[in-house]
Structures are given as structure tokens and as C-alpha cells.
């Protein structure tokens, strides 16, 4: 394929990609109130920050992902606590706890289930055709473990990748834009949250956020990426 | 798409010529030091993490082998054939059907099961074992993580200079060029890990043939599979332009070359394998069995068959890959290699019920119940020991 073609397409990709920050799927718009004051348990966030080189490659930063989990987690806890919804956080458990196997398939089948959601779930995707156009997507019965060991009603998970375009991508997506009048692609932040009712496993709410800025290297920028992500939260 | 092809594979002879490697190391990496942690500022931190992340899956993953015997056996190999990193090093045993093993930047070894039932002695076992300890110490990920970056670097400033030209073959030109560049330096962190893992074999007292035996093995099995020679040439240009590791042929001839200067063991080899596997190894086979490659794992079965102390697992298996195959007169001699299995040793009780099973449905029922009987004797607390009995009553 022609380069600057394969430019073109990715500078299209790219625009689609900004058009809109969030995009949600849900079941519903508020909590079931069986309990006066529903409890969502929040799960340890799945999040690597990465720097995009010049050839085109992700490369994992430990530093700046170590800082992201940190300024995500508080940044989490303090959106939550502003919507005063009460919630906890999910305590690890000892690898010979008996629950520790079915919190760890849980973690797995939740990132399986959310990768498909973000691939199937979301125009221009055709949507699978079981799903006959329908939000129906569950983890199963074994969520009740969550709910009775931890007396929570709901449980959010949250999974984000964020990319920032290296010295050397900007210089080459300058003279991509100075020769042929093109935009490379460059850093993002991709990622979503979900809410999960632990009595039947339903995914009841599905934020999706891919956008071109959002950092989560300091704290102030990571409540707004919070902020963004968090966006319509049943409440 | 010929001519492209050719242009780039000429240009990446030519920058072939300008790669030179510091002595002792295809990467010019230092060899990681005992304890080693890496910063977490560096390029190598964010792999550790990868592989951090990856090791704890497969610590939890059911896949892993949790065998005592086995895994006491590659713990110790680990730490015979790398003292210096024995506390660094962590085997997995993983259920993986196929010949293979790895080695994690972060110290995390995963030894396939297809591997485990594919060497034939301990020494065998340990050569692939030290070439993936070489991966670890010599840190070919790190390097062929930044080889990857500096060449898909280059090609993108190349690539946007050749699109001015407007010609699509010069504009692409970069990009194929960097694309053999890594498959080149990862053949040639192979070839380092063939020769310092044969040398770790040597040093822990292992058979110094074991390293080629075992490619010898795998290639034996490859054409098994393939009665006929199907690639033609140009498949095999692509295919050695592309590949990441050296063709099997190339690596037995070196390290074959390199075990005949070599020379024996004063001392006997330690061979644990077979006593190790004694637990898991009925479900290795029968793993293999569901892989549907029937050629290669009857070539693979018939081999072990020639000296294995356990031959009733073996032909149970063999069972199983002709009744899962059920072709024409597949159930007869699948029947056959059950009966065979009945009467060697190792066999698992489960030979029996399918002799019986086979039987009674060709309406032989008291040949059945003989053998159900033989079952029951074998398997007193089997699970399907009411229906065997209602079967044995009727």
C-alpha cells in the first residue's frame, strides 16, 4: 500500500476517534435500591501508560504507569466520594484464600467480556448477531462471592491505556503535516468503566472513552480523565 | 509483488553486512547480574512490568502444573545449569500441547508439556532449558525490544522521505527493510542462546549430544507430519527472510558440530524425567491427542514406544488417537492398541472400560464384562462405578 494512503487512513481514523470523548451502553440509568444506600465495591483499576515511538511502537513507561495507578486511584475515590455514593475498595486477597481463584477469574472474565463490549458493542462494529441489537452482556452467577464477601451491591471496574507521542513522533508527524498535509497519529487514551450488579453479573453500565488528550501523569489531569470516564454513572 | 520482494531482500543483504556484534554478545547488552532489578526510569522497567503482569496470569492460570515431583525436577535443573541466577529464576510447568519453552526478561521460565513428553532424557529437557536461561541472562528481550525501535525509527523517517518520491515500492522500501533487520537480529540472538545454553549444558554435567538430539527429534517429527516436500522455493525465501528463530536443520548441524569437540560426562547424567512426569504424564499425552495432527503424534508415540518403562500410557494414547479419528476401521484398531495397553505396564484403568465399551457395543457382552470387572479392579473408587455395575448385573 501506498504511504501516504495508508496516512490518509489513519489521519481518518484518527478525526473519528476525536469526534467524541465517551460513548455509553447501559441498562439503566440508576441503582436498584434494594438496600437504602446501594455499595459499589471498586475494583484495582488495569492501567499502563506508554509512550508512542517514532517507528510507531508502544513502549510501556513502569514510572509514568506507576504514577497513573496512583493519581487514577485517588482520583477515583475522590469522584465517588463527590457523588457520595458509598463505596469501598477491593482489599487483595491472600493467594491461598479460598475466594482468591474466583476474584482472579473474575478480574480475567471481566477483561475478556470488556474487550469484546469496546470491539462488538459500539457502532461502526455491526454488533454481534445474538445480541439482536441489545445491551445484554453478563460475568455470570459467580459475582454473588463479591457481593457476600464484601457486602457490595455493584462493583466498577475501570481499564485504561494512555499513549503520549514521543520527542521524535512529533517531530515526524510535523513533517508528515509540513509534506503532505496529513496527521499522524499520535498519543491516546483509551479505556473504559463498567458497572457490574454482583447479585445477577449484569453489566448494567458500559462508559467507553477514546479521545486524543486526557494525561494521567499528574493528579489534576487525572480527575478530569475520571471526570470524563465517570461520565453518567447510575446513581 | 516478486519484484518488491527481491529489491528488498537485495537491500537487506546489503545492510546485513553493517551489523557487528561486540564480542561474547549478539546485542551488546551486559549480562544481567544476580539480584538485578531495573531502574524504574528505563525502557527495560516497562518490560518487567509486561512481564510481571504476564507471570502473575500464569501463576494463577489453571494451565499451570502444579505436580510436586515435576516441579521440584525443573526448580533443581534451573539451578544446576545457572547457579548464579537460582534465585532469580522461576519455572512454570505449563499445559501447553506443543513443543516450546520461554524465558520472561523479569526471571519467569514457562516449560510447555508438549516439550515434556518430546525429550527423551533429563539432558534433552535441560539444553532447551539452559538456551532459555541464555534468553534471561544475555536480556535478548530488552534487546530485541530496542533493535525493534530503532529500526521501525529508522523506517519511518525513510518511509515519509521515499513517499516524496512519490513511487509506492521506494516509500515502502523502509519498512521491509526494518521488518528483516529484526527477524535477522532475533535469529542471531538464537544462535547465542544455542551455543551459551549448550555450554551451560556441558557445565552442569549434562550429555552434550542431548542439544542436537533433541532438534533431531523435532525435525524427525516435523516430516512425519509432511510425507512430501510441499514449499516451493520462494515460500522458503519468504520464510527465511521472516523467520524469527534459525531453521531446525542449521541448529542441529551447530550444535551437533559443537558436542563432537566436546567431551563426554565423567560421570553418568542425572535422567529424573521419566520418574518426574510419572503423575501428569497420561495427560500430556492425551493433550497431544486432541491436537488432530495424527501423522505426527503417531510418529511421536511409535518413537517413545521403542524404550519407555510405561508403555500402557503410550498405547492408550495411540488408542485414543485412532478412535478420535474414527475413520473406516479406525474402532478396530484402536480396540487393538486398548487390548495392547490392558496387558503392559502403566496402563490406566480407563484402557479397560474402552476395551469393554468397544466390546459390548460389537455385542460381545461377556468379553465386556471381563473387562468391566477388570476396570473395577483397577479403578475400585471410579465414578462411574454404579453404571458399571448395572452394566456387569444385565
Known amino acids: ?235 | 509483488m516478486k519484484p518488491r520482494l527481491l529489491l528488498s531482500l537485495a537491500a537487506a543483504m546489503l545492510l546485513a553486512g553493517c551489523v557487528t556484534h561486540e564480542t561474547g554478545s549478539s546485542s551488546g547488552i551486559a549480562t544481567v547480574n544476580p539480584g538485578y532489578r531495573p531502574d524504574v526510569k528505563t525502557d527495560e522497567a516497562g518490560i518487567w512490568l509486561t512481564a510481571d503482569k504476564a507471570e502473575a496470569d500464569l501463576r494463577d492460570s489453571a494451565n499451570r502444573v502444579r505436580d510436586p515431583a515435576l516441579n521440584a525436577l525443573v526448580s533443581d535443573m534451573v539451578c544446576k545449569l545457572a547457579a548464579e541466577y537460582c534465585g532469580d529464576l522461576r519455572p512454570y510447568v505449563v499445559r501447553v500441547p506443543h513443543f516450546n519453552a520461554t524465558a520472561s526478561p523479569n526471571g519467569a521460565i514457562s516449560i510447555w508439556s508438549g516439550l515434556l513428553i518430546r525429550a527423551r532424557t533429563e539432558s534433552e529437557l535441560a539444553a532447551v532449558v539452559g538456551h532459555e536461561i541464555t534468553h534471561y541472562a544475555r536480556r535478548h528481550t530488552l534487546a530485541r525490544f530496542r533493535n525493534a525501535r530503532e529500526n521501525t525509527d529508522v523506517a519511518a523517517v525513510l518511509g515519509l522521505l521515499g513517499a516524496t518520491t512519490g513511487v509506492a515500492q521506494i516509500a515502502e522500501l523502509p519498512h521491509v527493510i526494518a521488518v528483516g533487520n529484526i527477524q535477522a537480529f532475533s535469529r542471531d540472538n538464537e544462535r547465542e542462546s544455542d551455543e551459551e545454553g549448550f555450554n551451560r549444558l556441558v557445565k552442569a554435567g549434562y550429555e552434550p549430544s542431548a542439544a542436537a538430539d533433541v532438534w533431531k527429534r523435532i525435525l524427525d517429527l516435523k516430516k512425519a507430519k509432511h510425507e512430501f516436500e510441499y514449499e516451493s522455493y520462494e515460500d522458503r525465501t519468504v520464510r527465511l527472510f521472516v523467520a524469527s528463530h534459525p531453521p531446525s536443520e542449521e541448529r542441529e548441524k551447530s550444535l551437533r558440530e559443537l558436542a563432537e569437540k566436546t567431551a563426554k560426562p565423567t560421570v553418568p547424567p542425572p535422567d529424573r524425567l521419566r520418574q518426574a512426569l510419572v503423575g501428569v504424564r497420561l495427560d500430556f499425552l492425551l493433550d497431544e491427542v486432541k491436537l488432530g495432527q495424527f501423522r505426527e503424534s503417531k510418529a511421536l508415540f511409535e518413537l517413545l514406544l521403542k524404550d519407555d518403562p510405561l508403555p500402557g500410557q503410550i498405547y492408550y494414547a495411540l488408542g485414543e488417537l485412532y478412535r478420535k479419528r474414527a475413520k473406516d476401521d479406525d474402532e478396530l484398531v484402536s480396540m487393538s492398541y486398548f487390548h495392547q495397553a490392558c496387558e503392559a505396564m502403566g496402563a490406566p484403568p480407563e484402557a479397560f472400560r474402552m476395551v469393554a465399551t468397544i466390546r459390548w457395543r460389537r455385542g460381545e457382552k461377556e468379553l465386556a464384562k471381563e473387562y468391566f470387572r477388570r476396570y473395577l479392579n483397577a479403578a475400585p473408587d471410579a465414578g462411574d462405578r454404579d453404571l458399571i455395575t448395572h452394566y456387569l448385573g444385565s
Not at chain 1, 137 to 146: N, Q
Open chain 1, 1 to 235: 500500500m501506498f504511504t501516504s494512503f495508508r496516512l490518509v487512513l489513519v489521519a481518518a481514523l484518527a478525526l473519528s476517534v476525536s469526534a467524541c470523548a465517551t460513548r455509553t451502553l447501559s441498562t439503566t440509568d440508576k441503582l436498584t435500591r434494594d438496600v437504602a444506600q446501594p455499595k459499589i465495591l471498586l475494583m484495582p483499576a488495569d492501567v499502563e501508560l506508554s509512550e508512542l515511538t517514532a517507528g510507531g511502537l508502544t513502549e510501556l513507561n513502569a514510572d509514568w504507569t506507576l504514577s497513573g495507578q496512583r493519581n487514577l486511584k485517588a482520583a477515583l475515590n475522590e469522584h465517588l466520594a463527590k457523588l457520595n455514593a458509598r463505596f469501598s475498595e477491593y482489599q487483595p486477597l491472600a493467594q491461598d484464600d479460598p475466594h482468591y481463584d474466583t476474584f482472579q477469574q473474575l478480574q480475567k472474565l471481566h477483561g475478556v467480556t470488556g474487550i469484546n463490549i469496546q470491539n462488538y458493542a459500539f457502532p461502526p462494529a455491526p454488533g454481534l448477531p445474538g445480541k439482536e441489537g441489545k445491551f445484554n452482556w453478563a460475568l455470570g452467577p459467580a459475582t454473588t462471592m463479591l457481593a457476600e464477601s464484601t457486602d457490595s451491591q455493584y462493583a466498577l471496574f475501570v481499564w485504561l491505556r494512555d499513549s503520549y507521542t514521543s520527542s521524535g513522533r512529533r517531530a515526524l508527524k510535523l513533517a508528515a503535516a509540513i509534506l503532505f498535509g496529513v496527521q499522524m497519529e499520535g498519543g491516546k487514551q483509551v479505556g473504559y468503566a463498567s458497572l457490574v450488579d454482583l447479585k445477577t453479573g449484569e453489566i448494567v453500565w458500559f462508559n467507553l472513552l477514546a479521545r486524543e488528550s486526557g494525561d494521567l501523569r499528574d493528579l489534576a489531569s487525572a480527575r478530569e480523565s475520571v471526570d470524563t470516564l465517570l461520565t453518567g454513572l447510575p446513581q
